[in-house]
């Protein structure tokens, strides 16, 4: 059977019809922000082959000991980027996880952006919280050209390593400040 031609039962009790995806999905995600983002994070953290315990494999012990933690947007304090006046509240340092640069959500005020720079050894990933923006990406086909795509709360974003990308926030939005839950992984050779 082809990919996507299968029925699934959703916890929602709608059946999975790839025609409706979009509609499945917004029904899903809205009013769970939070399981989204532990969903997503649980799924970097198995590509990395780190379990929940100190450990990142049986075999071979983590010696950053990592034992988790706990924290609330509001208690963290907020700090400068490197992307001119954008700040970010940082909920995990990076490197604290082996080859994770860390998870922060950023806000980016209108009429700022994220100019476009590009990443040799690190996957990132975006989700869009609040404010709606333009992001800017390397265009698959041509490396010349870059494609623009409108983000709105629920537009998630991942960048591989070697592609150019931004972010613009209008100057004349209507929708307030962008937050924008992101972070990243290295490649599997990168050392900090």
Known sequence: ?????????????????????????AKLVKGNVKLL????????MGRLGLSPTCNSSPNKPNPTKIHGSIQHYKDLPTQKTSHGSITKRQFLEAFAVPRVTG?????????????AHDHHNMHEFFYVLEGEATFIM???????????????????????????????????????????????????????
Request: hydrophobic content about 35%.
């Open 1 to 25: 059977m082809a990919y996507g031609t299968k029925q699934y039962m959703l916890p929602v009790q709608t059946v999975y019809n790839p025609k409706h995806k979009d509609a499945i999905l």
């Open 37 to 44: 983002v532990a969903f997503l994070l649980g799924i970097m």
């Open 103 to 115: 998870f922060s959500i950023a806000t980016i005020h209108p009429g700022e952006s994220v100019h």
């Open 138 to 192: 390397c265009n698959k086909q041509d490396d010349s050209k870059v494609t623009r795509y409108d983000a709105k709360p629920g537009t998630f974003w991942h960048v591989e390593p070697h592609c150019l990308h931004g972010i613009d926030v209008p100057v004349n939005t209507t929708s307030g400040d962008l937050k924008i839950f992101y972070g990243g992984v290295t490649d599997a050779n990168y050392e900090p």
